[in-house]
């Protein structure tokens, strides 16, 4: 990393003096053989929301640690946590001020040093968000960037000179007014934010900054982490001459910043650099605007990253209050086949930005959440790529559906909700879209037990806590063979011991069928039917010709086994089962 002379005396800066081993970091205990990172289940957990160690209302470091046990006990193989770098918090830690240092509402590098050799003794590998296609407008490298046009930081950022005019329209739906640029009045200019304002993004053109972030790379890296998911990276290569992008809006801006210039030749540096001198697993967020630039990323001749996930699976029925079945098989039908002879696919249904899983695709009233919520964990721990199970998922948490806008925290929903006042719109209509596909359903507190505030906190929470807490939960769940977490576990246990579940090939079957997803997987002379029933009525499926179930299921969430040519499905019942 080049050490910039003109930086102002005393100034704190990301440089490679800070660069050092992290003390106490504990490989030895995971075992790291070549492609671990295809067997694993990735655990996503959400820091601030999972357990809380001081009553501060927030969740921390100190509280992960608690619960290390617990996610032994689930049988997870690798956690992803979601950022805890020093961040103001504008988007709940996805602006990041340090990259090298701890947010003080999460801990200490202490803590998270502790975190790291806890996790490691159990087992369990540690992937960190890695968030550089923006920093926080508080990063020391844009303090100076904004100083002045002549600042050696000046080109970590993209900036447009307002004597050139009003620059070309760019898209934030982040930004109250969906502006992606910014007016900063210390050097006449304007800077870009795709996302939020106080989010200003990093110029990747430069050698010096990609530098940067190769160094803070190796830092974590050598700490004993296990590798990255890199956060909206499809985004970070960019024309710095800002060619016009007529009629952008919220549903063609993505595919419209995707896939920029040089994307793939940063990611070939990176790898060369950084992630070929580690046994690290690599995912980017984001895959390309289809499945042949889906390849491009994880081709392993290309040499880039290990796998990549898409949005089309979550982003099934996300304009609707319903969505069909044959859809969703459509999709992950098509990247299954994309990935079938090379590269490597990751398999999600929900993450921090999507509603909670059970409240989209399942059903989440009282009589059916449980073996919905079962349903799509079988789903996912049964498809062939790497398995990512949001915290919460395993016990079939749901959307929390605030009707109050003063109980929203998101900074996109909130901007979303200014915009729909500024201009005159309907904000209830608002309000009842943010209750089914909001980012806050899914960010509410982990609920532990039917105490007060389902033993997250003992203070007041950052995000008020479902009140289904007393029922749903994981101490009760914890006691019920029957339950959703309980299910969780023998599935995980079930891919564990059966590869064919990680490597077999995919066959759907009865692709038209509007209520039933089924396929086989079959590696050599194992073979297995998966039958999920995506209804909440019972369903009647004739067994295609040749397909001979043998013993008993593999993996069942109700009591009764279907059997015969024509299988009798229970409402959301997932069935398992061994062929000959």
């Known amino acids: 990393m080049l050490l910039l002379a003109a930086c102002q005396q005393g100034t704190k800066t990301e440089t490679a003096a800070t660069t050092a081993v992290g003390a106490g970091a504990d490989t030895e205990a995971v075992s790291k053989k070549p492609g671990w990172w295809k067997e694993t289940v990735v655990y996503q957990l959400?820091?601030?929301?999972?357990?809380?160690?001081?009553?501060?209302?927030?969740?921390?470091?100190?509280?992960?640690?608690?619960?290390?046990?617990?996610?032994?006990?689930?049988?997870?193989?690798?956690?992803?946590?979601?950022?805890?770098y020093a961040s103001p918090n504008d988007d709940n830690g996805y602006d990041i001020s340090d990259y090298r240092q701890i947010m003080p509402e999460f801990g200490t590098m202490q803590d998270f040093d502790a975190l790291l050799k806890g996790l490691h003794q159990r087992g369990i590998k540690l992937v960190m968000d890695l968030v550089v296609n923006h920093s926080s407008d508080e990063h020391e490298w844009f303090k100076q960037a904004r100083n002045s046009r002549t600042s050696p930081y000046r080109d970590y950022y993209y900036w447009w000179p307002a004597e050139k005019g009003t620059p070309p329209a760019r898209y934030s739906t982040f930004d109250v007014k969906r502006n992606a640029w910014q007016y900063d009045s210390l050097t006449k200019a304007y800077y870009l934010h795709i996302f939020s304002r106080k989010q200003p993004d990093l110029n990747w053109n430069n050698p010096k900054l990609?530098?940067?972030?190769?160094?803070?790379?190796?830092?974590?890296?050598?700490?004993?982490?296990?590798g990255f998911r890199m956060d909206a990276f499809q985004f970070v290569a960019k024309d710095p001459a800002f060619p016009p992008m007529p009629g952008l809006n919220d549903q063609n801006f993505a595919n419209a910043y995707n896939h920029g210039p040089h994307l793939h030749e940063y990611l070939q540096e990176i790898n060369r650099e950084v992630l070929s001198k580690y046994n690290v697993m690599s995912v980017a967020e984001g895959a390309g605007r289809n499945v042949t630039e889906a390849m491009l990323f994880v081709d392993p001749a290309r040499k880039e990253l290990d796998m990549t996930y898409h949005f089309e699976g979550t982003g099934v029925g996300s304009s609707s209050d319903t969505y069909q079945l044959t859809e969703l098989k459509r999709v992950f039908t098509k990247w299954d086949s994309t990935f079938a002879q090379k590269g490597w696919q990751a398999l999600d249904l929900g993450n921090h930005d999507q509603p909670r899983m059970v409240s989209k695709f399942g059903d989440d009233r009282p009589?059916?959440?449980t073996y919905s919520a079962q349903l799509l964990n079988t789903f996912l721990l049964t498809m062939r790529g790497t398995p990512y199970c949001?915290?919460?998922?395993?016990l079939g948490m749901t959307n929390i559906r605030f009707d109050n806008m003063a109980d929203y925290r998101d900074v996109a929903a909130l901007n979303g909700y200014a915009l729909v006042r500024s201009q005159g719109g309907n904000q209830a209509a608002y309000i009842k879209q943010l209750q089914r596909f909001s980012r806050d359903n899914s960010r509410t507190p982990f609920q532990w037990n039917a105490i007060a505030n389902a033993g997250f906190t003992t203070g007041t929470p950052w995000l008020k806590i479902n009140p289904n807490y007393l029922t749903i939960n994981q101490a009760a769940e914890e006691k019920d063979s029957s339950s959703v977490l309980n299910h969780f576990r023998r599935a995980i246990q079930l891919r564990?011991?059966?590869?064919?579940?990680?490597?077999?090939q995919y066959r759907l079957l009865d692709p038209a069928n509007p209520h039933i997803y089924a396929y086989t997987r079959t590696q050599g002379n194992d073979k297995v039917l998966v039958a999920l029933n995506f209804s909440s009525e019972k369903r009647t499926w004739a067994l295609p010709t040749g397909l001979v179930p043998t013993g008993t299921p593999w993996l069942n969430n109700y009591p009764t086994t279907p059997s015969g040519s024509s299988f009798e499905l229970q409402p959301w019942q997932a069935v398992v089962m061994p062929l000959l």
């Open 46 to 84: 959400y820091p601030r929301s999972f357990q809380d160690s001081n009553g501060d209302g927030i969740g921390d470091l100190k509280g992960i640690i608690s619960r290390l046990d617990y996610l032994k006990s689930i049988g997870v193989g690798t956690v992803w946590l979601n950022p805890i």
């Open 210 to 226: 990609r530098q940067e972030v190769h160094n803070i790379m190796r830092f974590w890296l050598d700490k004993g982490i296990d």
């Open 367 to 369: 009589a059916f959440r």
């Open 390 to 394: 949001y915290n919460g998922d395993e």
């Open 496 to 504: 564990d011991k059966h590869k064919v579940l990680v490597y077999g």
